[in-house]
């Protein structure tokens, strides 16, 4: 059996630190991906950690012809399916563009790996698809759907079409991953999360005031219904969330069928304790002001993580200190992320 795996978006945040675990765990790595919210150093960088190389392919998952040259170029044993746009905010502007991209891309995706026999795939998903009604903490058998925006929505229906895809053909086997709040960056201080413009995200936002190129971090809301008044979510090591990928690649080996997991520690932290961690792990002061809510966050969710222990037996091993050490490594040592200077203007 080929050890080769196919990862789309593998240039992305989530995807290089996955293309480090699958080499590390003995898998070769083939990578498809546009570049359109990411960088080539990013691969080069992988290459550095593991010494080993990766097979780079530039375009679109909605490229059939190009699916299946790299099919046929190459004995693929399984798909990791990372490629996708993920601005929440942005999605709403661009509802057209986030279904073409991440639905008709993982369709066409499906097609390509019908016609060429790969059976086995692992899909990003996300802690979105359990929507606003969800009672905390999430476990895989509640009701999905109620999402509030196309980026969410786009996830929800890749998780229909593929329990679709998996009931009509019984050879198919494939891992939805839930993932909660992925933060951090790989130890080496080679590869992290690299955001264009204005971060959007928590801790991005955080390292960049704490590099000195945002003034200060606007925390959304202080009145919410927690502990501090600030929202609780679930933050896990993305070199965790990575290994997460190589356990439900190790799964889909010996099941069948479309099967959800989350990937969390299956703990809730304020943005207030986010605050005092980075501010302990860095040394740097981290200003900030409460501003008003951010239209769209839920008071609190975290993961009920229990069946990837079971099933997957993967657990998040690495914590809060971890993850905040590591994002300011990544962040003072690369202030520009992948570019050699600041391109913002
Ligand atoms: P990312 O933007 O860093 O990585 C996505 C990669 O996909 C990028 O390299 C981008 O250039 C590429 N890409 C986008 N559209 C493409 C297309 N049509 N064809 C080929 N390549 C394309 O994001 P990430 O944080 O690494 O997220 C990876 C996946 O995990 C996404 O599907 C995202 O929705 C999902 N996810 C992320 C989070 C999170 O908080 N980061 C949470 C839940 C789910
Ligand atoms: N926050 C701030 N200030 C900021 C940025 C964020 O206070 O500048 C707060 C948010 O209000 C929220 C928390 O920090 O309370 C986390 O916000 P993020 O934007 O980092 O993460 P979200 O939980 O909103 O969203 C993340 C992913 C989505 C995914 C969702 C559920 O970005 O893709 O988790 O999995 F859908």
Not at 35 to 45: D, G, I, K, M, T
Not at 120 to 138: D, H, I, K, M, Q
Not at 145 to 163: A, C, D, F, H, I
Request: aromatic letters at 8%.
């Amino acid at each position: 059996m080929s050890k080769l795996v196919l990862v789309t978006g593998g240039a992305g945040y989530i995807g290089s630190h996955t293309l480090v675990a699958l080499q590390e765990a003995g898998f070769d790595a083939v990578v498809i991906d546009n570049l359109c919210n990411s960088s080539e150093v990013a691969l080069q960088r992988v290459e550095t950690i593991t010494g080993k190389p990766v097979r780079f392919y530039r375009g679109g998952v909605g490229d059939r012809v190009l699916l299946d040259q790299i099919f046929a170029e190459n004995a693929i044993c399984a798909v990791i399916h990372f490629a996708g746009l993920k601005a929440v905010g942005e999605s709403s502007q661009k509802p057209l563009e986030y279904y073409q991209n991440n639905v008709a891309g993982s369709l066409v995706l499906l097609e390509a790996m019908r016609a060429s026999g790969v059976k086995r795939l692992v899909f990003s998903s996300s802690a979105t698809v359990y929507g606003s009604e969800a009672p905390v903490p999430y476990v895989e058998t509640l009701q999905t759907g109620s999402t509030s925006n196309p980026y969410g929505t786009s996830k929800w229906m890749v998780e229909q079409v593929l329990r679709d895809a998996a009931n009509a053909d019984p050879e198919l086997s494939i891992a939805l991953l839930r993932y909660f709040n992925p933060v951090g960056a790989h130890p080496s201080g080679l590869i992290g999360e690299d955001p264009q413009g204005i971060p959007n995200n928590l801790l991005p936002y955080i390292a960049q005031v704490a590099v000195g190129k945002r003034e200060e971090l606007s925390v959304f809301g202080g009145d919410y219904p927690t502990p501090d008044g600030t929202c609780l979510r679930d933050y896990l090591h993305v070199v965790d969330l990575a290994l997460g990928h190589v356990r439900a690649l190790e799964w889909l080996a010996d099941h069948t069928g479309a099967e959800a997991f989350n990937l969390g520690t299956g703990q809730g932290t304020s943005v207030l304790e986010i605050v005092r961690a980075f501010e302990r792990a860095s040394g740097e002061s981290i200003p900030f002001q409460v501003a008003p809510r951010r239209a769209g966050d839920l008071p609190a969710f975290w993961a009920d993580a229990s069946r990837a222990a079971r099933e997957l037996g993967w657990v998040a091993s690495l914590g809060l200190d971890e993850m905040m050490a590591d994002t300011w490594r990544w962040q003072s040592e690369n202030p520009h992320g992948y570019r050699a200077v600041d391109e913002e203007g």
